[in-house]
Structures are given as C-alpha cells and as structure tokens.
C-alpha cells in the first residue's frame, strides 16, 4: 500500500496561522512588530529567489522586513558593518545573512559577528552549542521543521531508531543531535552516516525513521529501506526542465518506489521546503518575544 503523504504544505500552512497570531498579540499587546534583515552579497539567481521568498513570507504574516542586496566584491569589513548595524537596531530582531558568500569573504567570521540573540538561522556557534546540550532558543530551521512534519503527523520518535544519511552543519549534524536530546520529539536512537559509511544500506534498512540529506537524487532506493519505515527526503536536486522552462525537482530518495515499502514519506517538492521558510519566521517571532 503506498504511504501517506507527510504534506509539508499543508502543515506549514497551519504554522504559519498560528504565527499570524503570535504576531497579532505581539503588536497589540506590546507594540512590538517582529523585524528581520536580510542581507544579499552578489546576485546568485538561486540566492536571490531565496531571499525573494524570504521577504514575501515576512509581508504575508506583518514582520516587518527590511532587506539590504549589496554586489559581489563588498569587503569583508563593510560586510561586518552591516551586521553590526543591524545588531544595534531594536527595529530588528533577526538577522540572516544569505549563503554562500563569495569567496574572499570568510563566512565563519560574519556568522559569529551576527548577536546570538538575532542568529534566526541558529548557526553561531553559542546556538549551536547551546542545540547541542538541549538549552537552545533557536533551532535551525530546516530541521526544526523536520520536528514538526513528524509531530504533527503524529510519529513518535521515542525510542525509535533514526537513521540520518548526511552529515552537513546545517542539516544532518543539527537533526540527529535534536533527535537525541531527552524530550519530546527525540529521545531516539541515531545512527548518521555520510560518505565514509561502509556499505550505506545496511544501516538504512535498519531504520524506523530515514532522514536523507546529501543533495543527489535517487540516493536511497526501495531495496534501501525495510517495510513500514517513516521517510523524511531533505533534498532539492533539479533534474530536468518542463516545456515551459520550469525546474523539475525531485529528492534524494527515489520516491516512487519506496513510497511502497514506506509508512509515510515527505513529497518533493511540498514536504520539508515549505517548513524551512515558516520556522524562519517562527525563530523571528520567538525572537522579538525574548526582547520584550
Ligand atoms: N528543503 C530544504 O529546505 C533544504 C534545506 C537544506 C538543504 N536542502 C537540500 O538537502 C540536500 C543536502 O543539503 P546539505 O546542505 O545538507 O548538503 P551538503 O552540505 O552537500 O552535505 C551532504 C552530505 O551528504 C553526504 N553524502 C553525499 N552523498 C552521499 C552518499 N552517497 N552516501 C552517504 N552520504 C552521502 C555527504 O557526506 P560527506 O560529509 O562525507 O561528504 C555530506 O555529509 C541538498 O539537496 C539541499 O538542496 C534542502
């Protein structure tokens, strides 16, 4: 039987409508309206879009957004500046700084130039720690979303055996430890494997729950997986152009096939993207409460 469909759309749809009101109160109660500056170096067509879709979802809840495109060959130094500004402006209470940079930028120093308090990603290296022994604010958003695709598709994860194929600071390295921590929505047992994992799927067929993010499509196959397992597929990969000019996308997991060992699996697209923008703008809302 072919599994049910973990709809990130439909999940990220009602978060946001719970965050609408979050924001309601926020402003009525305390005057305080969520702000989040965006900074873009370069023009990437991919970064661009991203921060495009950024700025829109910011417009659609009331955040107030404010969003600065600077060119490719800024200095470090100026770039610093900016950051600091929007340190110091109460206006704003998160900070993101679109990535990659190019190259003659160190993106290791502007992240920890950004105040921990403002790092809405949650990639300065206090969140992180602080992710790490389970005290954190923030949680980084494409696995916080993860968390909520499978609480709010009521998949418990006590004691469960989490297998993360993928070991990337954003991604994989955040969402196993998140899946250890003693409390609710972890509390699993995690295996995470890369690229020096001897034979791959040994591990993922022990899985009760798959989490895939090494960005090449078709990586987890059928044969890959044991019969009732819960599928989260992270990747994004562009394999192909309609008529129309549009990007074909597909996941890491050849969907068609394991959709019918599986329990449940994320569609891509409409699984764990549309999360990623939403808990960017739930980490911008928790930070403007935590200012008041
Ligand atoms: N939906 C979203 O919002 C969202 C957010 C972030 C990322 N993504 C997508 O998720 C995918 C992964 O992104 P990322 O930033 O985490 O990627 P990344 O930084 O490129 O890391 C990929 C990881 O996968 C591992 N890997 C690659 N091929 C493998 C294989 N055949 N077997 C085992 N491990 C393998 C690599 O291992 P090594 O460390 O050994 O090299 C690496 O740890 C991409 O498609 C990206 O576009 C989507």
């Known amino acids: 039987m072919p599994a049910k469909l973990i709809k990130g759309t439909e999940i990220s749809k009602q978060i946001r409508e719970e965050i609408t009101r979050e924001i309601e109160e926020l402003k009525s109660k305390h005057g305080v309206t969520p702000g989040l500056a965006t900074i873009l170096v370069g023009d990437d067509p991919g970064s661009k879009v991203y921060v495009g879709q950024k700025e829109k979802a ?165 044969e890959m997986v044991k019969e009732g397992v819960v599928v989260i597929d992270v990747g994004v990969n562009r394999t192909g152009k309609t008529p129309e000019g549009k990007a074909i996308l597909s996941g890491d997991v050849d969907f068609d096939a394991v959709q019918e060992k599986a329990a449940a699996i994320t569609p891509v697209p409409g699984g764990v993207g549309p999360m990623t923008i939403t808990m960017l703008m739930k980490n911008t809302v928790e930070a403007a409460k935590a200012s008041i």
């Not at 308090?117 to 993860?146: A, E, Q, S």
């Not at 047992?189 to 022990?206: E, I, P, S």
């Open 58 to 222: 910011c417009n659609n809840l009331g955040i107030y957004s404010e969003r600065t495109d600077v060119p490719a060959d800024t200095s470090e130094a100026d770039l610093l500046d900016l950051v600091k500004k929007f340190n110091d402006d109460p206006k704003i209470h998160g900070i993101l700084v679109q990535l990659p940079l190019p190259k003659h930028i160190d993106a290791s120093r502007v992240i920890y130039a950004i105040e921990p308090d403002k790092d809405v990603d949650c990639f300065h290296p206090v969140n992180v720690g602080k992710l790490m022994i389970g005290t954190g604010r923030f949680l980084p958003c494409t696995p916080h979303g993860i968390l909520e695709l499978l609480k709010r598709s009521d998949i418990t994860t006590e004691g469960k055996h989490v297998v993360v194929v993928g070991r990337s600071n954003i991604v994989g390295k955040p969402i196993a430890n998140l899946m250890l921590q003693p409390s609710p929505g972890g509390n699993a047992t995690v295996t995470l494997c890369h690229t020096g994992t001897k034979d791959l799927a040994t591990y993922t067929r022990m899985a009760d729950i798959l989490i895939v993010a090494v960005g090449h499509p078709k990586t987890i196959t059928a």
